[in-house]
């Protein structure tokens, strides 16, 4: 039976340098299966999205794999998920792991994973959700965005009106209880706050 709560997670196709990344992907795929709380992903099988996906199965957890047709070969399609969704295009398939996830959030990645990342926190900033987004910091990898995040709100790019919530965590072993705590903050699941709460 799918869970009620999933957490989409953007992160990279490849591993990345520091061997942290993967071990971040491995605990936090633990995590979220030991809590009940099933995970939505871009449905490759390589580098850290194929990690964290694998350590969910390999405890228990379950898995919804979403692909646009096109990356099906090249990011080779991980066929073991228990759901697994391949969509026309990419429009396709960020509008379906929204509509499928009670939050998000983003470990190191590249272009792919900012992009989303920046999409899903531009939707909370124009008010169209108030699902928890929180970002995955591991070996401080964000840092250069969390800091330039903060340079738009001291311009006034980001100014009041235009602000939405986003939690900066420290370890994946934080991820779960940051996104337990967003869905029992307030009705509206987020409360009022800065833009940056580095929990």
Not at 44 to 62: F, Q, T
Not at 152 to 172: W, Y
Request: hydrophobic share 40%; with cysteine; proline share 6%.
């Amino acid at each position: 039976m799918s869970p009620q709560r999933k957490l989409c997670v953007y992160c990279g196709s490849g591993t990345g340098r520091n061997p942290a990344y993967m071990g971040a992907a491995q605990v936090l795929g633990k995590a979220m299966a030991d809590a009940g709380i099933g995970l939505v992903y871009g449905g490759g099988s390589l580098g850290l999205m194929g990690e964290v996906a694998r350590s969910v199965l390999d405890n228990g957890g379950h898995v919804t794999g979403i692909i646009p047709e096109f990356l099906a070969s090249r990011e080779r399609m991980l066929t073991d998920v228990n759901e697994l969704i391949v969509t026309t295009d990419m429009h396709e398939r960020k509008m379906t792991m929204f509509a499928r996830a009670s939050g998000f959030v983003a470990l190191p990645g590249g272009l792919g994973t900012l992009e989303e990342l920046a999409e899903i926190s531009t939707w909370a900033q124009l008010g169209q959700h108030k699902k928890p987004i929180i970002l995955c910091n591991t070996g401080g990898y964000w840092d250069p965005l969390v800091t330039l995040l903060d340079h738009m709100r001291a311009e006034t790019f980001i100014r009041p009106g235009l602000e939405f919530m986003m939690d900066v965590v420290k370890g994946a072993d934080e991820v779960v209880p940051a996104f337990e705590y967003r869905m029992k903050a307030t009705p509206d699941r987020v409360p009022d706050q800065p833009l940056l709460n580095k929990m």
